[in-house]
C-alpha cells in the first residue's frame, strides 16, 4: 500500500495517516507494519523533519540498486 500511496502523491514520501487512510489498516498496526520494513526489511526509509511546521516522520519505498 506505501508504494501506491507514494505514486499518488506524484512520488514523494507520504506521512503514516497517508498511509492509514489508503491502507484501512489502524494506525498502530500500521505503524509496527512500518517500523518492521524499516528497521529490518530495509525496504523502507523513514525521512524525518523536513516539514514546516514539523509533522512526523514521512515513508518512501527504499530506492533500489
Do not use: F, K, W
Not at 529490518?40 to 540498486?65: C, I, K, Q, S
Amino acid at each position: 500500500m506505501l508504494t501506491a500511496t507514494q505514486e499518488r502523491n506524484g512520488g514523494d514520501a507520504v506521512h503514516l495517516e497517508e498511509i492509514v487512510r489508503a491502507s484501512g489498516v489502524p494506525q498502530e498496526e500500521t505503524r509496527i507494519l512500518l517500523h518492521d520494513l524499516t528497521q529490518v526489511h530495509r525496504l523502507v526509509t523513514e525521512l524525518a523533519g523536513g516539514d514546516t511546521p514539523d509533522m512526523a516522520p514521512r515513508y518512501e519505498v527504499a530506492p533500489r540498486l
